[in-house]
């Protein structure tokens, strides 16, 4: 049973344009959603994490979106450059000692 | 860099042998947590080390043991590999009370093949 479920699979955007990431989850007792991006060869890394007493959080061009009410947050990259090409992961955990549940990730690609 | 260290960063390994990958932990935190990634797939939680003992495990079977040392570094051993054990391993840190928000910062991770 997928927990997270993340869309798209791959996204394609041209520099400057709005990347625009969506997760879904089922577990209502989830209160800490991070996003993390990974470039090839290398582990994950933390971009911006929000918790769901807050509908919105933002951090430079990153900001997440949250929707308590229909188990849903995504991801927004302003400005995005090639520079932003990797893979992005969201993720939800319950309790600050929980294991995070990660979804199958979303490749992308900013075209110059 | 999170200051979460891997060892080593790739490895070969035949069907049926062991292996051991190791962790030290970024300065500060006392928890640390293994998680393994296939190609193309997001992490999956192995299990959570806090005060030297596990504190959660996910759908793994047992041949995947850990330990969890007093300077917080921390090993994975895998007995009996299986072709399917190859993966990529991660290791993150986090801190657990004291203020810690449980934040997670992974390593680059250990490439494991198995043949």
């Known amino acids: 049973q997928q927990q997270v479920k993340q869309s798209p699979q791959s996204l394609i955007v041209q520099k400057g344009g709005i990347s625009i990431i969506n997760c879904a989850y089922e577990?209502?007792?989830?209160?800490?959603f991070p996003w993390y991006q990974q470039f090839p060869g290398k582990g994950p890394a933390l971009l911006i994490a929000i918790r769901p007493d807050v509908s919105e959080k933002k951090e430079g061009r990153f900001t997440i979106s949250f929707n308590k009410s229909a188990k849903q947050f995504s991801l927004h990259i302003m400005d995005s450059q090639p520079g932003d090409s990797a893979t992005y992961f969201c993720a939800a955990r319950r309790g600050s000692q929980g294991n995070l549940i990660f979804g199958k990730g979303t490749k992308l690609s900013v075209k110059p | 860099e999170t200051g979460v260290t891997q060892s080593p960063t790739h490895l070969i390994k035949t069907r049926g042998q062991q292996v051991t990958l190791r962790c030290s932990s970024q300065s500060g935190h006392n928890t640390v947590s293994w998680y393994q990634q296939a190609l193309g797939q997001g992490p999956q939680f192995i299990f959570q080390y806090y005060r030297e003992e596990e504190n959660g495990r996910g759908n793994f079977p047992p041949r995947f043991s850990g330990l969890q040392f007093p300077n917080y570094s921390s090993e994975l051993n895998v007995n009996a590999l299986e072709l399917d054990d190859s993966a990529l391993y991660l290791c993150?840190?986090?801190?657990?009370?004291?203020?810690?928000?449980?934040?997670?910062?992974f390593g680059e991770g250990s490439r494991l093949t198995v043949l």
């Open positions: 577990n209502t007792a989830f209160d800490y």
């Open positions: 993150a840190s986090s801190l657990a009370g004291r203020g810690g928000d449980g934040e997670l910062f």
